[in-house]
């Protein structure tokens, strides 16, 4: 596969930076050259941008990507899991976990009244009943939404505990 140490080495190199790269794309506010196609659903759009390749290094190709964000432009992530969000589970409202998030990772349900945390792994809900998420609580065993010692009994510790597990499995 590769001839020489040295040519995996600069193999391995090339790809720690352009996924570095590529994660900056998420992490900052890059120029979008162009919007080339906006397509708007009821709780959040996709965005098909083109996106200068002089980011990624001299006479680097554009590069385009489909996103997804919020009404108000909060990242969502791609479009396949904005939707999954809205259908599946019925989240009408995103937020950052906290302030340093890039990307909404929690969400409500306004009809089920449940609050969603999540990551590209997984999606938990929780509700009036379960407990409030805490990271060193019980084991591998321990089921997420049982994972804390304190009984969620209110709407705002719903959020509480979708914000602690956002955190905890990004």
């Known amino acids: 596969m590769y001839s020489s140490f040295y040519?995996?080495?600069l193999s391995e190199l090339f790809c720690?930076?352009?996924s570095n790269k590529y994660?900056?794309?998420l992490n900052e506010d890059m120029a979008v050259k162009k919007l080339l196609k906006l397509t708007e659903?009821?709780?959040y759009d996709v965005k098909k941008e083109l996106y200068d390749g002089e980011e990624f290094g001299k006479g680097?190709?554009?590069m385009e990507m489909e996103s997804a964000y919020t009404k108000d432009g909060k990242y969502l992530g791609d479009s396949k899991t904005a939707k999954m969000l809205v259908d599946?589970?019925?989240i009408k409202q995103f937020e950052f976990a906290g302030p340093d998030s890039n990307i909404c990772n929690i969400g409500f349900n306004p009809d089920t009244n449940i609050w969603f945390g999540w990551s590209h792994r997984v999606i938990i809900g929780f509700d009036i009943g379960d407990m409030l998420f805490e990271?060193?609580?019980g084991d591998d065993e321990t089921e997420y939404k049982k994972h804390g010692k304190i009984k969620i009994e209110k709407i705002d510790q719903a959020k509480?505990?979708?914000i602690n597990f956002a955190k905890y499995i990004s």
Do not use: L
């Open 7 to 9: 040519d995996k080495a």
């Open 60 to 62: 680097a190709p554009d």
């Open 160 to 162: 509480q505990a979708a």
């Open 23 to 25: 994660v900056q794309i």
């Open 41 to 43: 659903h009821e709780y």
């Open 88 to 90: 599946k589970f019925g």
């Open 16 to 18: 720690s930076t352009f």
């Open 135 to 137: 990271e060193n609580f």
